[in-house]
């Protein structure tokens, strides 16, 4: 049944520039009567969605894509204008979304399909039915790649989406539910939810929601969890990381620096999977120190619609004056900044901190933006030590010209992704999730599409058959 709980007080979402300040677009909550009537559309769409065919979901996530192409200059600069990412890492992620879309239009089917048991008890057949309304609590980081990895392999599954986005990106929220309903995705099978996070909750507990799929932190996750927990509902999370970028002995330094600065500074460093603990076998660590430094030193801030600007600002001025709060509270603990440091209304210096002490934000909390914590280390054992001493376990990367070693070290990482001689990345055809505080499930891929879908067997036995 729906959700007979009292909602609170709706006010209003403001999209606002961090670069500058201004108030781009202001847009007034959904009233709790807006919120019934999107449930009650979602379900609706549902009974008819899920008899369409595979073919058919296929063309309109084809269409989604295409229209993303062509649309690319104008969708980055929506979601650089409103949350401060450099337009140069905004192109590439409209194109992931194109990917996404594509690769499920592609392979949805095909993994989808029926698997035949055959076995001494007898035959089964599994099959894989859509159960309905997935409700995607999406970030402000990505504002279209979060949304997509949920809309389109479940879209292609045959369930039906609503998107509760942050609330500080709803104009790329509004561009995203824009973009698949001109794709020919029909009313209710994905539907935007303009919504503060105090008003999000409610709809977890209305009985025709089936899933939740959140990506945050790991205090909203928590939340999110307990929340679906009571209602039996089916969760993914995908929360916070400190991910381990180890660099061996035997790294090439040219290579491994460049991946370093991707890592640490695309999106201005707001990305759970960035490198964000840079642990160095001594024998290497002055050096790439210094070339760190010096690297971090000579980048000026700017306007991220700007090609040239060295780095842009992080989502908000808020964002900012907490990650200053964290910086400021581990120096008074005992860190060391080599690098950085200082913030300007959104901006915060891209930062280089050591002498991490045990217990500090530095050590214990997610620091989301261009901040990078050096841990030196003795040797491989103690390098593997240190990154799986963490809370966390989202990704990580391992940094070596032997690539045997580097595998064998990624085996050895608590996490549920492990790189080698490159960043924990996100790819269409390769499943993302975490282990420990980073959450559970897995998105994209095969594993994605098959986290919301009824794994069904059948089985047929003559009148006979005795059990």
């Known amino acids: ?14 999209s606002v520039n961090p670069y500058n300040g201004d108030v781009l677009k202001t847009y007034e909550e959904m009233t709790p009567k807006a919120v019934e009537a999107a449930i009650a559309a979602a379900q609706e769409a549902f009974l008819s969605w899920r008899e369409t065919s595979f073919a058919h979901r296929a063309g309109i996530l084809r269409k989604v894509a295409k229209l993303m192409c062509e649309r690319r200059e104008e969708l980055a600069t929506i979601m650089t204008k409103e949350m401060g990412k450099k337009i140069g890492d905004a192109r590439p992620e409209i194109d992931l979304c194109a990917t996404i879309f594509d690769y499920y239009a592609d392979e949805g089917e095909k993994i989808l399909a029926p698997k035949e048991y055959n076995t001494k008890e007898g035959k089964g057949t599994l099959i894989n039915q859509p159960t309905g309304i997935v409700y995607g609590i999406q970030p402000w980081n990505f504002p279209f790649y ?10 292609m599954a045959g369930n039906v989406v609503l998107t509760k986005h942050a609330s500080n990106v709803p104009q790329s929220a509004e561009a995203f539910d824009n973009i698949l309903k001109e794709a020919g995705v029909p009313e209710g099978v994905h539907t935007n939810l303009q919504l503060s996070a105090r008003n999000a909750g409610t709809i977890i507990d ?20 307990e929340q679906a927990g009571r209602n039996v509902k089916k969760t993914v999370m995908e929360l916070g990381g400190v991910d381990p970028f180890i660099v061996l002995e035997d790294a090439d330094m040219d290579v491994t620096l460049e991946r370093f600065k991707f890592g640490k500074l695309h999106a201005t460093g707001q990305i759970c999977i960035a490198a964000k603990r840079i642990i160095l076998v001594e024998s290497i660590a002055q050096e790439f120190l210094d070339r760190a430094i010096k690297m971090f030193a000579d980048l000026e801030p700017g306007d991220p619609l700007d090609e040239n600007s060295g780095y842009g600002p992080v989502c908000t001025e808020k964002a900012a004056i907490d990650l200053e709060r964290q910086i400021d509270e581990s120096v008074k603990a005992g860190a060391k900044i080599l690098v950085g440091g200082n913030r300007d209304g959104a901006f915060i210096e891209p930062t280089i901190m050591t002498n991490i002490p045990k217990g500090s934000p530095a050590d214990v909390e997610e620091l989301f933006g261009p901040v990078a914590l050096i841990r030196i280390v003795k040797d491989e054992e103690e390098a593997i030590r240190v990154a799986n001493d963490s809370d966390f376990g989202l990704g990580g990367s391992v940094h070596t010209n032997d690539l045997e070693r580097g595998r064998r070290i990624a085996e050895r990482i608590e996490s549920g992704t492990c790189f080698v001689n490159q960043i924990s990345w996100t790819y ?10 980073s959450g559970y499930g897995r998105e994209l891929a095969d594993l994605g599409i098959m986290e919301f879908v009824n794994q069904k067997l059948i089985c047929v036995f003559d009148k006979d058959h005795v059990i």
């Open 1 to 14: 049944m729906p959700s007979t709980l009292e909602a609170p007080p709706r006010g209003s979402l403001k």
């Open 146 to 155: 979060q949304p997509s990895r949920v809309a389109a392999p479940q879209l």
């Open 206 to 225: 209305d009985d025709r929601v089936q899933g939740v799929a959140f990506t945050g932190s790991n205090k909203g996750g928590a939340a999110v969890g």
């Open 428 to 437: 269409a055809s390769m499943p993302m999730g975490g282990v420990k505080k």
